[in-house]
């Protein structure tokens, strides 16, 4: 996927090729930003476009699940500020596809291969929202899970990557902010829907630990992504920074986590927690979970719908460009 015309090594002698991976890696350990001009092992750059492709399916894909809401949120104040949560997340798609397209991909054929499932988004985006207290388990969660493992990435050694990354983590900081929000709301509630938001954090939590990706010992990518500065912390190390943060919000609004084996270890100062069912990872990611075909065809129905506007969009662009060249 997204090879052709990547590969910048192959003619070179080896001396040479070893010679500018040497200087590549003293530079990244040096804390310098690579920028798109400059020389990168094919490698990193094909990480990278996998690593950012992916994060920007998933913020459009996650769009569905809380856009399901839109036209039945409670109030017209929530119903405004998920509206502008959900645009964020479009925005955020636009950015990091843009940052990969700085690599040498067109966005056109990262769309292309998320409607040919060729491409992945993140696994929590393949679960249900049946009830509003969804949208607030999605906020306080999911955001919540995003900003821990996307904070680092403000610090990532690929520059346009670093900086969209700064806009996005400063934006999910609200959107985690509205969820947890709901949540607050819903368990000041009635019985009905303290149940509600019980319910919610009883379907959201595991999935919302598989966001990290698998356990270090059968992550593929993380040792390179961490050498080259991708990645700043591994998956797991994430994930139980998540989890030390969230347990204390859970208990100030009064909910249970799901876990029987939750426990705070006085020794390590971290919560020890239970299995996670890495089966059900897996099942998602080879396209079963329960609505893996559901966004795949929201998606691609979305798209095809959303062609005039791209036409018009394009049209307008090559009308303004035509028009300011005249003027010169
Ligand atoms: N879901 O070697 P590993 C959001 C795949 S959007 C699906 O550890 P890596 C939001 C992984 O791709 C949240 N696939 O990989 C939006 C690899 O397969 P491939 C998205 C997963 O890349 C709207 C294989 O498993 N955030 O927050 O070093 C509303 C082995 O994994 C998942 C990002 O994308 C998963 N959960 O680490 C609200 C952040 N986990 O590619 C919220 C940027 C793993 O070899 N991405 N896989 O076929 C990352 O930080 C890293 O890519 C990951 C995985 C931590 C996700």
Not at 75 to 93: M, N, P, T
Not at 116 to 136: E, L, M, Q
Not at 149 to 172: D, F, H, K, T, W
Not at 271 to 286: K, T
Request: hydrophobic residues 35%.
């Amino acid at each position: 996927m997204y090879s052709q015309g990547l590969d910048n090594l192959g003619d070179l002698p080896p001396e040479q090729e070893a010679e500018l991976v040497a200087t590549f890696q003293a530079r990244i350990d040096a804390e310098e930003k690579i920028e798109p001009k400059d020389w990168m092992p094919a490698r990193y750059r094909h990480t990278l476009v996998r690593q950012i492709s992916q994060h920007a399916h998933s913020e459009v894909v996650g769009m569905l699940p809380e856009g399901n809401w839109l036209t039945r949120a409670p109030s017209l104040h929530r119903k405004a500020i998920l509206l502008a949560k959900v645009q964020d997340e479009a925005g955020h798609g636009a950015y990091l596809y843009s940052a990969a397209e700085t690599l040498g991909v067109s966005r056109q054929e990262m769309v292309d291969d998320l409607i040919a499932g060729k491409a992945r988004y993140s696994s929590i985006f393949n679960y249900p929202t049946p009830t509003w207290a969804d949208v607030g388990a999605i906020g306080w969660l999911v955001d919540g899970a995003a900003i821990i493992n996307q904070v680092p990435l403000c610090r990532c050694s690929y520059g346009p990557y670093a900086r969209a990354m700064v806009r996005i983590c400063r934006e999910e900081s609200f959107h985690q902010r509205q969820g947890y929000d709901i949540m607050q709301s819903l368990c000041s509630g009635t019985d009905a829907q303290r149940e509600m938001a019980q319910d919610a954090l009883n379907r959201w939590w595991w999935p919302s630990l598989m966001m990290f990706g698998p356990p270090d010992s059968d992550s593929v990518h993380s040792d390179q992504s961490m050498a080259w500065k991708i990645k700043r912390f591994s998956n797991d190390d994430l994930r139980q920074k998540f989890i030390d943060i969230t347990i204390p919000q859970a208990e100030h609004l009064g909910l249970n986590v799901p876990d029987p084996d939750l426990r705070w270890d006085e020794e390590s100062q971290h919560y020890e927690f239970g299995p996670i069912d890495w089966e059900e990872f897996s099942a998602v990611l080879a396209g079963d979970g329960p609505c893996n075909e559901e966004r795949a065809d929201a998606f691609a129905h979305k798209y095809e719908d959303g062609a005039w506007v791209r036409e018009a969009a394009a049209a307008y662009a090559q009308k303004h460009t035509t028009q300011s060249k005249g003027k010169s």
